[in-house]
């Protein structure tokens, strides 16, 4: 078994996301709340900002003991010394990420249709990302809008530590983890959250009390 993974809220962060709000002031605050793993994404930045966003974003976790995930991006992962990489469908997969940079603790890799799951990629990477979940705004090239029938499906065809994503929030969180998530990874519902603290306190109790 194969289901090792202590986190259980993870928080996806990009400047877009937090509505004009520090970046790092947002992070923090949900860390404060109950996020435990945080993976920044920064698609539309060029390689210096999204490196100097990243570094200041890893010293701030460092200091907190909670590992930062780069998307998409291992030269910036490797330069700014992060914990892992995430990585989807259309993306470097990870078995080539596992040759170019071997001292990776975990990568990530999204799920996006059920062959994936039957493919070799699958034994390179550390966790699947269900994704989405729900369909919602900040993904717009949604291949398959699991929803809970799907993440329950994909429960009975992997080990893999599953982390759901896409439209999860304080209403149905707790179905999710019923379904067979062991993490759930939030973007809006902590990034546009009025109280970011607040936010990932709910969450993250309801989790725990799933």
Known sequence: MERQ????????????????RDMLWVAEQ??????????????NKNY???LESSLMMKEMLDSYSVPLIVN???????????????????????????????????IG????????LSGTEIEFSNYLGVSPVFSTPTKTDTVTEWGLKGVEQIRTLTDK????????NQFNAKQVIHAGADCLAVVSAICAAENPVKAA????????TA
């Not at 993974?5 to 004009?20: D, H, M, Q, R, W």
């Not at 530590?161 to 999860?168: D, F, K, Q, T, Y």
């Not at 306190?201 to 725990?208: A, D, F, K, Q, W």
């Open 30 to 43: 949900a860390v404060k709340g109950g996020v435990d793993l945080v993976q920044i994404r920064e698609k």
């Open 109 to 116: 890799y999204s799920v996006e249709y059920m062959e994936q």
């Open 5 to 20: 993974f202590p986190y259980k809220l993870y928080l996806v962060i990009s400047e877009e996301a937090c509505c004009g």
């Open 161 to 168: 530590p599953l982390v759901a994503i896409g439209g999860i």
């Open 48 to 50: 210096s900002d999204f």
């Open 201 to 208: 306190e709910t969450l993250r109790n309801l989790i725990e």
């Open 72 to 106: 998409d991006n291992p030269v910036v992962a490797v330069n700014c010394n992060a914990y892992g990489i995430h990585v989807g469908n259309s993306d470097i997969p990870p078995s080539e990420i596992k040759k170019k940079w071997p001292g990776c603790n975990m």
